[in-house]
């Protein structure tokens, strides 16, 4: 969220009060998946909705950018994989695709133009990436998706592997996009193993299945759910 206020957010805001005047900050809801869809995906939300206002004072005047976000989990691919896995080891903790959507609302309800903070969010990604023990995580190619109410979003397409021990690497995909609803902006992550990988234990190597393909459907089809 730094870069994008320094870079989009304040500019956006002197654009703002010249053009209407108006300071007013609405309040940021999550962006929302319906609970009976997240239950016929076997998904589920994990954690609490944590929001978020940070004031600016710009001419004088103080205004206000608020946030709220909210993630979520695929139940059904971490019990499928705690049960593949527990077979020959300790599976490794929160193994499994997760969303995470952000919404920001700005004075006014005045949205972010998408193709920018495709381009901001796509380095934090990176860097967020880098943090969770991700390697060699990088873009690869750009796609359109379809959203709620027929609109249409870019998104960034990532890849790279998940090391869970010293001889078992999982490969993972991430998809990144945004647009705009309801006066305010939405941006969507996720990470998701993305195909089939090797455990190996001491007498033999198994194979570990993922329908990395099925996966990215099925998050595609929650992204259009979002409200």
């Known amino acids: 969220m730094k870069s994008l206020e320094k870079s989009l957010v304040i500019p956006l805001l002197v654009l703002a009060i010249v053009l209407s005047g108006c300071l007013e900050t609405p309040v940021a809801a999550p962006p929302a998946i319906d ?20 004031s600016f004072e710009i001419g004088g005047r103080e205004i206000q950018i608020n946030t709220a976000r909210i993630t979520y989990a695929d139940r059904e691919l971490e019990e499928y994989l705690m049960d593949q896995i527990g077979v020959y080891r300790r599976p490794p903790q929160n193994l499994t695709a997760h969303i995470l959507a952000m919404r920001i609302v700005l004075p006014s309800g005045i949205p972010l133009p998408s193709q920018l903070v495709l381009e901001m969010a796509g380095s934090q990604v990176e860097e967020m990436a880098g943090a969770m023990g991700l390697r060699d995580f ?27 021990s010293e001889k078992i690497t999982i490969p993972v995909k ?24 090797v455990l190996e234990t001491e007498d033999e190597k198994v194979i570990i299945e993922i329908d990395g393909a099925a ?9 259009q759910q979002m409200e």
Do not use: C
């Open 215 to 223: 996966e990215y459907e099925e998050i595609v089809e929650l992204l």
């Open 174 to 197: 991430g998809v990144l996009t945004t647009w705009s609803a309801s006066g305010s902006t939405i941006i969507a992550s996720a990470i998701y193993p993305g195909d089939d990988f």
């Open 35 to 54: 609970s009976r869809v997240l239950e016929e995906n076997g998904w589920v939300q994990v954690g609490d909705v944590v929001r978020d206002s940070k």
């Open 138 to 164: 990088h873009q690869v190619n750009m796609t359109t998706i379809e959203v709620r109410d027929g609109k249409s979003a870019e998104a960034k397409i990532y890849s790279g592997e998940m090391p869970i």
